[in-house]
């Protein structure tokens, strides 16, 4: 069995696979001052209920934008599950060129999810991931990374709003009915849902007038599926997506 570790800013989403089958997945917080020994027990923890134990998983990929927490995984996976860890950056094998001024400046989250969406749905591509930031990744017909766009995550919009103003309260995040909200909460959620689906809609036009033929747009992040009900620019809902490509990767650096 394979542990892919997908590190974000907001949560640590992990799944095991069985050959290239995706079994089981979870989510955590991501926390900085965890210690190795509270992560992995609440890994390990977290495997057991899930009818896995450590002795079973037989290697593990990392893709991580927080560089202190994936030193702590690291960590992790050597003295707890005894396997040090395939980390996904520099000098990794993609299967994928990365046409960049700087190709190492890229977010390795940016290009796992390139590499999956490339080899489950072809190409052209625009992959959407809404998570802490929202980013736009364009991929071409033959596979190569050709920048994107990023952009303020719709949750640290909506935390702004609370944080850094006196009369707001803190929201859910809901499809509303109306854009004409007819309540602070209901403008709240229209302006914050809608005005991502307008900045969703407009980068995804704008990305499509540059590129020569049509491209498909595979969505994912925690925001997929709330975004994804009030656009039609979505072609591909899929919340596995960065999993998926760490177990590719993972596979095409096997020696």
Not at 27 to 51: C, F, K, Q, V
Not at 191 to 203: A, S
Not at 210 to 234: D, P, Y
Request: charged letters at 20%; aromatic letters at 6%; a neutral charge.
């Amino acid at each position: 069995m394979l542990l892919a570790i997908d590190i974000g800013n907001t949560n640590i989403t992990c799944g095991i696979f069985q050959g290239e089958k995706l079994v089981t997945t979870w989510r955590m917080s991501t926390a900085i001052h965890r210690s190795p020994d509270e992560y992995a027990n609440l890994m390990l923890s977290i495997m057991e209920r899930r009818g896995t134990t450590g002795p079973e998983i037989k290697d593990a990929v990392i893709c991580s934008v927080v560089p202190p927490v994936q030193l702590i995984f690291d960590e992790v996976c050597k003295h707890f599950l005894k396997k040090a860890p395939l980390i996904v950056e520099a000098g990794v094998k993609t299967g994928r060129r990365i046409d960049m001024e700087n190709p190492r400046e890229v977010g390795p989250d940016r290009i796992v999810n390139a590499v999956a969406a490339h080899q489950l749905y072809g190409g052209p591509l625009i992959v959407l991931d809404m998570g802490t930031a929202t980013t736009l990744d364009v991929v071409t017909r033959n596979g190569d990374y050709i920048g994107g766009a990023i952009a303020p995550g719709i949750y640290i919009a909506t935390e702004a709003l609370f944080t850094r103003t006196a009369m707001l309260p803190r929201i859910e995040l809901t499809i509303p009915k109306k854009v004409i909200g007819r309540n602070t909460v209901a403008a709240m959620q229209s302006g914050v849902v809608f005005g991502y689906v307008g900045l969703i809609e407009g980068l995804v036009n704008r990305i499509q007038d540059e590129l020569s033929e049509r491209a498909k747009v595979i969505a994912t992040g925690g925001f997929a599926t709330i975004i994804s009900q009030a656009t039609n620019v979505i072609d591909v809902i899929n919340p596995d997506l960065t999993l998926i490509g760490l177990c590719i990767i993972y596979n095409l650096n096997l020696p």
